[in-house]
């Protein structure tokens, strides 16, 4: 019961909590950058502990290498490192930002170990 109740609601609340009293002592770009990536790395986190089968489905490497991927692409263009116009248009026309990266972080952790 801990695994699969508890351990998810802990994650959030001590790395959320640790984000929270982290962001007032630092300040600028880099503080910005350092709560992006606690941001990605809690949501990541998150979704790792939703998954608690004993077996894993897909024994495949692949897919953590598509998934890793994917978690960098979305990590690097939340930290403004990559700004590709075109897509940039794509994802404003389908509405991926904010709450929905969040959600394709967590979808990434919870099917890195599926």
Same mark, same amino acid.
């Not at 809690?42 to 897909?58: E, P, W």
């Not at 590709?84 to 991926?96: Q, R, T, Y």
């Given at each position: 019961?801990?695994?699969?109740? =508890? =351990?998810?609601?802990?994650?959030?609340?001590?790395? *959320? =909590? #640790?984000?929270? %009293?982290? *962001?007032?002592?630092?300040? !600028? +770009?880099? !503080?910005? +950058?350092?709560?992006?990536?606690?941001? +990605?790395?809690?949501?990541?986190?998150?979704?790792? &502990?939703?998954?608690? &089968?004993?077996?894993?489905?897909? /024994?495949? %490497? @692949?897919?953590? @290498?598509?998934? *890793?991927?994917?978690?960098?692409?979305?990590?690097? %263009?939340?930290? #403004?490192?990559?700004?590709?116009? /075109?897509?940039? +248009?794509?994802?404003?026309?389908? #509405?991926?930002? !904010?709450?929905?990266?969040?959600?394709?972080?967590?979808?990434? !952790? %919870?099917?890195?170990?599926?």
């Amino acid at each position: 019961m801990y695994k699969k109740y =508890l =351990l998810p609601i802990a994650i959030l609340l001590c790395l *959320s =909590l #640790g984000i929270r %009293w982290l *962001s007032p002592l630092l300040n !600028g +770009a880099i !503080g910005d +950058a350092i709560i992006i990536v606690l941001r +990605a790395c809690l949501l990541f986190a998150f979704g790792l &502990s939703l998954n608690v &089968s004993k077996r894993r489905r897909y /024994e495949t %490497w @692949v897919r953590k @290498v598509i998934v *890793s991927f994917v978690m960098i692409f979305f990590l690097v %263009w939340d930290l #403004g490192y990559i700004m590709i116009p /075109e897509l940039k +248009a794509v994802f404003d026309n389908l #509405g991926i930002s !904010g709450y929905i990266v969040y959600l394709i972080y967590i979808y990434c !952790g %919870w099917s890195f170990f599926d």
